[in-house]
């Protein structure tokens, strides 16, 4: 599908996405970013990594398709970063779990280039986060959330929406709004749940969770993802899920009450 391809951040999705790409043959040229040197070592060991970068600059010069797969409140900053380097019709997207504030804030960019940007969320991932356990079948299958404004161009959401149905994902559409509502529900307040019940057992002494049955590890999984990531989410997408809060508190007060009763 493209000359070049950059990849800004081979994290779990990242790597993955870099892994499905050169399966499915869709670049010519896969160009990686990462900010720790050890990482940009490890990228080069592997055969779905043809180049890469230490500076941003050169890992989007002359890139066709450009994916931001670094925490979400760095994506932005990163986007007016790499703005003035992009070449006409280079199309960027993301794949952050917040859309809303990402897809304004990319609108007021200054645009001399002409590029286009249009916002996607990858529904797929894992409590894990590195390279290290990155795996092309991570985004088979799954569905892509792709976050369209009115402003976008329609040759580059149509080329966006085919990117992901080339990895084997079932992309989507929705507007920006929608996606940060629906995700607070299905998403973001079952990682709040399961980090609150992992907190509330913190008092159990370790011995005793040998004791423990597999529903204990299921609803417990997902609190092990990065808290550093998570806290940037959780306060990018802080209205819906205040909402969602609000509906799961009113559900436990009234199981409450029952079993009280």
């Not at 809303?100 to 894992?126: E, V």
Request: net charge negative; hydrophobic share 40%; with cysteine.
């Amino acid at each position: 599908m493209y000359n070049s391809l950059s990849i800004i951040g081979p994290g779990l999705l990242g790597a993955s996405i870099a892994m499905s790409v050169y399966e499915k043959k869709l670049a010519k040229e896969i160009h990686l970013w990462a900010r720790n040197e050890e990482k940009r070592n490890s990228c080069l060991k592997n055969k779905w990594c043809d180049y890469v970068h230490e500076s941003l600059e050169s890992a989007v010069k002359h890139s066709d398709f450009i994916v931001l797969c670094t925490p979400v409140d760095t994506i932005i900053p990163i986007f007016e970063t790499i703005a003035p380097h992009l070449s006409p019709g280079t199309i960027v997207t993301d794949v952050g779990s917040v859309k809303g504030s990402i897809c304004s804030q990319a609108q007021t960019i200054p645009n001399d280039n002409q590029f286009h940007f249009i916002g996607s969320h990858p529904m797929a991932g894992s409590e894990k986060s590195g390279m290290e356990y990155a795996n092309a079948d991570l985004l088979k299958q799954a569905t892509c959330i792709i976050t369209p404004t009115e402003h976008s161009d329609p040759l580059a959401l149509e080329k966006v929406t085919q990117f992901w149905s080339e990895l084997d994902m079932n992309p989507v559409q929705m507007s920006s709004e929608e996606h940060d509502s629906l995700i607070a529900g299905i998403s973001h307040l079952p990682h709040i749940v399961a980090s609150v019940l992992a907190a509330s057992l913190s008092k159990i002494p370790d011995e005793q969770f040998k004791y423990a049955g597999g529903g204990l590890k299921d609803t417990t999984r997902v609190a092990g993802g990065n808290p550093k990531l998570w806290q940037s989410i959780l306060a990018q997408n802080s209205k819906p899920i205040l909402n969602s809060i609000d509906q799961f508190e009113q559900t436990l007060k009234a199981l409450k009450n029952s079993l009280a009763s």
